[in-house]
């Protein structure tokens, strides 16, 4: 049942929908869909089995199941929901604001269409010519000596003295590149010859912006100083942005990235909440469009029905079985009393704890602390006795540890010969504990204990809802989906 109760591994199956083909498109385009079984009075109809089957028998899954293997599976989930409708799940404030959340995921973005994107698309090209503006773009390249605004009336002369030397040179024919490469102090340009990318007015500080656009193609300046230090600017090329064309598909790479489409599709949304002059919500928009959605796409419909189905079947469960199982303590007890002799190890466990303290007087503080204690006390008891401050006397590895586990338990329990490495400032090791052939209770092997009770109250589950509602599978119709697996 795993493919209809995690609720991490539902939004993943959603999503590898999308990637996957149908094996049963004929099916999904056909004009009537017959209703392949009723669970608790609700018809399912063949596309909507089909398409629920199709995601969860597709490439990559390991557990692939039979059509026949699968209508069982498929009437337990079913039944769940069901049970989920009637206890009022869908009622809760969480479970809305969260379907919205996901469902809107969904309906926002299918909301805007290719026109709409390609307008704004043009918009963002044309507010970005205007600010460019008439002075276009420019390329350069700089050497740079950097001086720190608080530097010394020394440190300021023999970086005056150095920055006149690299420019004669220059004057005098020496490569720009070469020279950048070997003493400009800007790491990142310096690789590149001290080539910096195209910008536009705004981008760079005053100083070096001043001197650059004043710059024609080819032209050197002098010294300038920024507050970064000082700097000789090479103009390397100047330009206007080219046509919307050059641009398109990575302005529409960059929308797509940035969420643009959604906010477009918010915007929609707004624009008709403001146009009904209070008559409708956000929420009645979005619920209107993902009705309308649904209706002509049929994969939308299933999309958003398995979300909503989904969210139930996680909320129930986690009440009924994964978060009853995890607290039940008396539960679990019970299940591994009646269960005992399935829980046995291979071989013996240590059941304590590694420590590593200070001083010789610590390793028997540390035992007299714990003994009188249940196992779950022990590591509030030793952070409050030896670690309740600022000094860290002790550092502890607590559990349950079969051979292999911990180095300094392999060689003190099991005698193994193995190398223990000491901790930096804890050079005294020590362990306490119990060698136990077999746990003492249920606390010992509790996640699998709980793993197995959790197991036990879904079978119970899926038992007490086959007897609560019925249910009926249409075994003509159900033939029609093993067909189409046969061709």
Not at 109 to 122: F, G, I, S
Not at 249 to 267: H, N, P, T, V, Y
């Amino acid at each position: 049942m795993n493919k209809f109760i995690s609720k991490g591994k539902l939004i993943a199956a959603v999503s590898l929908f999308a990637i996957h083909s149908s094996l049963f498109m004929s099916h999904a385009v056909a004009q009537t869909d017959p209703i392949v079984m009723t669970v608790a009075g609700k018809p399912v109809t063949l596309s909507e089995f089909e398409y629920s089957y199709n995601k969860n028998n597709s490439e990559g899954v390991i557990d692939k199941k039979s059509v026949l293997e699968y209508v069982d599976l498929f009437v337990n989930y079913k039944l769940k929901v069901a049970a989920a409708l009637d206890a009022k799940y869908d009622t809760l404030t969480s479970f809305k604001k969260e379907f919205a959340q996901y469902r809107d995921q969904q309906v926002l973005p299918a909301l805007v269409t290719d026109a709409d994107m390609l307008k704004e698309a043009h918009n963002i090209y044309d507010n970005t010519v205007k600010q460019i503006g008439p002075d276009g773009l420019v390329q350069t390249a700089h050497i740079l000596l950097r001086l720190d605004q608080k530097a010394t009336k020394a440190e300021q002369d023999a970086a005056k003295v150095r920055i006149d030397s690299i420019y004669k040179a220059l004057k005098a024919g020496a490569d720009f590149a070469e020279l950048a490469k070997k003493v400009s102090q800007d790491s990142g340009s310096a690789r590149q010859g001290g080539l910096l990318p195209f910008v536009q007015r705004g981008q760079l500080v005053k100083e070096y912006e001043d001197a650059a656009f004043a710059l024609k193609e080819g032209e050197m300046s002098g010294i300038v100083q920024s507050p970064y230090g000082y700097h000789i600017i090479l103009m390397k090329a100047r330009k206007q942005l080219e046509p919307f064309e050059f641009h398109k598909e990575s302005i529409l790479k960059f929308m797509e990235q940035r969420g643009i489409r959604d906010r477009l599709g918010k915007a929609k949304v707004d624009t008709l909440v403001s146009q009904s002059g209070g008559k409708l919500t956000e929420a009645a928009v979005m619920n209107q469009k993902a009705d309308e959605l649904s209706a002509k796409d049929a994969e939308m419909k299933n999309l958003i029905r398995e979300y909503y189905e989904g969210l139930l079947l996680y909320e129930i469960s986690n009440k009924l079985v994964w978060d009853k199982a995890a607290k039940d303590e008396a539960g679990l007890a019970r299940y591994y009393k009646q269960h005992k002799k399935k829980y046995v190890w291979d071989t013996p466990r240590f059941k304590g704890i590694a420590y590593h303290v200070k001083t010789a007087a610590d390793v028997q503080a540390v035992k007299k602390c714990v003994k009188k204690l249940k196992f779950d006390q022990w590591n509030e008891a030793l952070r409050q006795t030896f670690n309740g401050d600022s000094v860290i006397r002790i550092r502890v590895e607590k559990g349950i540890f079969k051979p292999g586990d911990h180095a300094l338990v392999d060689s003190v329990i099991f005698k193994k010969d193995t190398t223990v490495t000491k901790l930096k400032d804890y050079p005294i090791d020590a362990v306490y504990g119990k060698l136990l052939k077999r746990p003492q209770d249920y606390t010992d092997v509790r996640g699998q204990v709980v793993a197995d009770y959790q197991d036990q109250l879904e079978r119970d589950w899926v038992a007490e809802l086959r007897r609560r509602y019925t249910f009926t599978v249409d075994e003509n119709v159900l033939r029609q989906v093993k067909s189409a697996l046969r061709q």
